[in-house]
């Protein structure tokens, strides 16, 4: 069973932060800030709602409303470019490559501070590169090729403000209790999530009264408010050293990337670390059929835009009832017991597609539209709540000293194989035949995509055995990490 965390707009999927001890400004010092932040009457999850803060959440709120294209862009390429399942899943697989090297984010920004600044001056350059994007894609994209290079630009913008916004965080909760770190984190995941929210109930009413260019259009617009909370970021400009110029900077930035590369694959290769982590890429690699799905049901069983939009709704939701089931009842429990029951149990309603697509629902008096959001509905809840151990996992790998930049590496090799499951989902669907109009064979490609998700747990002996409780720093990289 893969949850897919590679989606620019869902959300963000995980923390992938890479600021570095010792590399920060003297403004972005935590101890002036507290008591400045103490001063504030206002307050969202126990954090005020100073100006910083104010611009965290917004950035976060913005990378969850980006979801509003999603439907868009399947659509556009469906029905403007005719494209086939397996194309548009290669697309998709393309555009998610920034999310692979987020580690190399942070060392530029920490290592090259932009006009004078490490924080702010790339947040603004990322707002500005994701509305370029859109507005191309509103306006003169015509190929696939455009398309995904726009894409792509798009993804990128936000894997990089991505990184920025999650080293702010970091920079603030550093001498913080648990709790408050705790109230940060909620913060930055509740924008997120009430973003997506917001985006998932108009994407596909949007879609079917305006069409897809007036979403990308809207969608634009959206980048340019992370370009605009820049400016409430707090932080003193970096000054050149005294007869420093631009070749030496750069001479300063490679040396210090080649360093903490070194670092992280010292850290990589460590036995503990390195078989988790391939159990981690191979559980992310198994194939899917998600976009041989969306063809069956938009052109065979006539779903609309409008229709899709509520679905996606309802799995928003339901992304965070899965969260809730994983802290309630299943944080306590062994990793290997979680993997192995969530996997099995969701290979198993996994093959509940195949009656959507023979039509067996029908027989037992459940219409199309309602077997749909019933299946994605308990799907969404059982993925999220699997995925829920991988971000655990990869956060107690990580050393002292290198938590952030090495779970960042952990979590940029999980999206390698989900980006690897989607190339093989891909691979497969053109291999069964399956195109935008014929279908014979869908139903024995999600059999074998369902199937295959069991490969890799013969692998759970390379997992830690420790109770999950023993780390309890933990939770909070779970809360941010969704």
Request: proline fraction near 4%.
């Amino acid at each position: 069973m893969v949850i897919s965390v590679l989606d620019p707009g869902a959300g963000k999927g995980e923390m992938l932060t890479t600021n570095t001890d010792g590399e920060t400004s003297s403004s972005e010092k935590p101890v002036p800030r507290k008591h400045k932040y103490r001063m504030s009457a206002v307050k969202c999850f126990g954090v005020d709602l100073s100006p910083d803060n104010v611009a965290v959440a917004m950035v976060y709120f913005v990378q969850g409303v980006l979801g509003l294209a999603r439907l868009a862009v399947n659509f556009y390429l469906k029905d403007d470019l005719h494209l086939d399942p397996a194309e548009t899943a290669v697309i998709s697989g393309f555009s998610a490559l920034p999310w692979l090297i987020k580690p190399l984010y942070g060392f530029i920004s920490d290592s090259v501070p932009l006009f004078g600044y490490r924080r702010r001056s790339y947040l603004v350059l990322s707002g500005l590169l994701g509305a370029l994007s859109w507005s191309l894609m509103a306006t003169i994209v015509e190929s696939k090729y455009d398309t995904a290079f726009c894409i792509l630009l798009g993804s990128l913008s936000v894997a990089f403000s991505d990184v920025v916004v999650d080293s702010m965080v970091v920079e603030r909760a550093r001498g913080e209790s648990q709790s408050m770190s705790g109230s940060l984190q909620s913060l930055c995941w509740g924008s997120s999530a009430f973003g997506g929210i917001v985006s998932s109930y108009f994407s596909g009413s949007l879609v079917d009264a305006y069409g897809v260019r007036f979403v990308f259009g809207i969608t634009a617009l959206l980048p340019l408010i992370t370009s605009a909370v820049a400016v409430l970021v707090k932080e003193q400009p970096v000054l050149p050293a005294r007869g420093q110029n631009l070749s030496s900077s750069s001479l300063n930035f490679f040396q210090s990337s080649k360093q903490n590369i070194s670092q992280l694959w010292d850290a990589v290769k460590l036995p503990n670390v390195l078989l988790p982590t391939l159990f981690i890429f191979l559980w992310q690699a198994t194939p899917h059929s998600d976009s041989a799905m969306f063809y069956f049901t938009t052109n065979k069983l006539g779903f609309t835009p409008e229709f899709l939009g509520r679905v996606k709704l309802v799995t928003s939701v339901a992304s965070l009832l899965g969260v809730g089931l994983y802290n309630g009842f299943l944080k306590n429990v062994q990793l290997q017991k979680i993997f192995l029951v969530t996997t099995v149990i969701g290979s198993a309603l996994g093959m509940t597609q195949v009656f959507l697509v023979t039509g067996l629902n029908r027989k037992f008096g459940i219409s199309d539209e309602w077997f749909a959001v019933g299946d994605s509905l308990i799907l969404t809840v059982l993925g999220q709540a699997s995925f829920m151990p991988v971000l655990v996992l990869a956060a107690r790998l990580c050393p002292e000293g290198m938590e952030a930049t090495l779970f960042a590496t952990l979590m940029s090799i999980s999206n390698g194989g989900s980006v690897l499951g989607g190339l093989i989902g891909a691979g497969l669907t053109q291999l069964f035949g399956v195109t935008r109009d014929k279908f014979d064979n869908l139903a024995s490609l999600i059999i074998l995509c369902n199937l295959s998700s069991l490969l890799p747990l013969p692998l759970l002996g390379l997992l830690p055995r420790d109770n999950p409780d023993a780390n309890k720093e933990t939770e909070d990289l779970e809360m941010k990490s969704n």
